[in-house]
């Protein structure tokens, strides 16, 4: 190029300082294109090769990040290397090579040791939850068949796609249910977090007294404690001083899909929406619209995603929702929806 002239007169230190900061403030992609100006100017530079495959592993490319990290190992050893090796071998479910690597990486900086004990006992707890995850040899093929498939969708994140198959796999065969259930719950787990309310902490004047000392209570045990039974029964302690009060609705509605009383959920986000109030009601729309998804009321569920798509500022948050009920739709009747 012309003006390749000009991109080796820059400073290599500078532009390592550059890609530094792009990293820690997560500019993946970017951090990559500088690390690999500095490359061109030091070839073999091994901080900015190591840099290079955090940036890579941080962008979601493990196998380019491997190789990175494989060649910087063939320039110098480091610990750093070794350690980001390891969590690429865990993400890979490769764990026996990934704790390999932790003492590799202790080995070479002891005063790493801590960090690389943290990262092995992250591995043999994958480990522990891994080999619990055996599929029992006795269910039917079907039932198995729509357990991994299961496995396979709430790997990629697809909740809803999960909780199908887990749901199916309980039907095809019932006795999975001891494998199963706990699978449904975690990913009902999942779909609960996706849920929206006011963050009682930024309320003006909070706290404020017996009903802000209770959601508080409430939210500690849903968020923190995953006691939801606990945060239900809190709620209903509010909703019985005050039965408008818009944040016990909104959260009680949003417990109780946990506790599949989806009916009685549907009731609370309505009541929201009875009280004038364009954020809850907002939040309340959003929520009531995950449960008819749950309920496979899917054109009601539809109807409420469009109609908040109508407000630009939503866009991010409610478009997925309604794209996966569109390709959910179109999956039954076959026509293409949009």
């Given at each position: 190029m012309v003006f390749d002239f000009l991109k080796k007169e820059r400073n290599p230190e500078e532009l390592f300082d550059q890609a530094t900061s792009c990293l820690q403030n997560n500019e993946n992609e970017k951090a990559v294109k500088l690390f690999d100006e500095v490359l061109e100017i030091i070839p073999d530079h091994?901080?900015?090769?190591?840099?290079?495959?955090?940036?890579?592993?941080?962008?979601?490319?493990?196998?380019?990040?491997?190789?990175?990290?494989?060649?910087?190992?063939s320039v110098s050893e480091s610990e750093?290397?070794?350690?980001?090796?390891?969590?690429?071998?865990?993400?890979?479910?490769?764990?026996?090579?990934?704790?390999?690597?932790?003492?590799?990486?202790?080995?070479?900086q002891p005063e790493l040791e801590d960090v690389a004990t943290v990262v092995k006992n992250s591995i043999k707890k994958e480990m522990a939850e891994s080999s619990s995850k055996i599929v029992p040899d006795d269910l039917n093929a079907e039932a198995r068949q729509l357990i991994a498939e299961?496995?396979?969708?709430?790997?990629?994140?697809?909740?809803?796609?999960a909780l199908e198959a887990f749901e199916s796999a309980l039907v095809k065969d019932s006795s999975c249910a001891n494998h199963v259930n706990p699978l449904i719950d975690k990913t009902?787990?999942?779909?609960?977090?996706?849920?929206?309310?006011?963050?009682?902490?930024?309320?003006?004047g909070f706290p404020n007294g017996e009903l802000d000392r209770l959601k508080v209570q409430s939210y500690k045990e849903m968020v923190i404690d995953g006691n939801y039974a606990a945060a239900l029964l809190a709620m209903d302690e509010i909703l019985s001083i005050d039965n408008r009060d818009l944040d016990a609705?909104?959260?009680?509605?949003s417990l109780l899909f946990y506790f599949d009383r989806n009916e009685e959920a549907i009731e609370c986000f309505d009541k929201c929406l009875e009280i004038d109030n364009p954020i809850q009601n907002f939040y309340a729309s959003f929520n009531k619209g995950l449960v008819l998804r749950r309920m496979y009321k899917l054109p009601e569920a539809l109807d409420i995603f469009d109609e908040l798509l109508k407000e630009?500022?939503?866009?991010?948050?409610?478009?997925p929702y309604q794209r996966e009920i569109l390709d959910k739709l179109e999956e039954f009747m076959g026509v293409k929806l949009y």
């Open positions: 091994i901080h900015s090769l190591n840099g290079k495959g955090s940036g890579l592993m941080q962008a979601g490319r493990m196998k380019e990040a491997e190789e990175v990290f494989m060649y910087s190992l750093m290397a070794y350690l980001n090796l390891a969590l690429i071998a865990k993400n890979k479910k490769d764990y026996e090579t990934a704790i390999k690597y932790c003492d590799k990486g202790a080995e070479i299961g496995d396979a969708f709430f790997s990629e994140m697809k909740y809803w796609d009902k787990i999942k779909i609960l977090g996706k849920f929206i309310y006011f963050n009682i902490f930024e309320q003006e609705l909104n959260m009680k509605g630009p500022a939503a866009y991010d948050l409610v478009k």
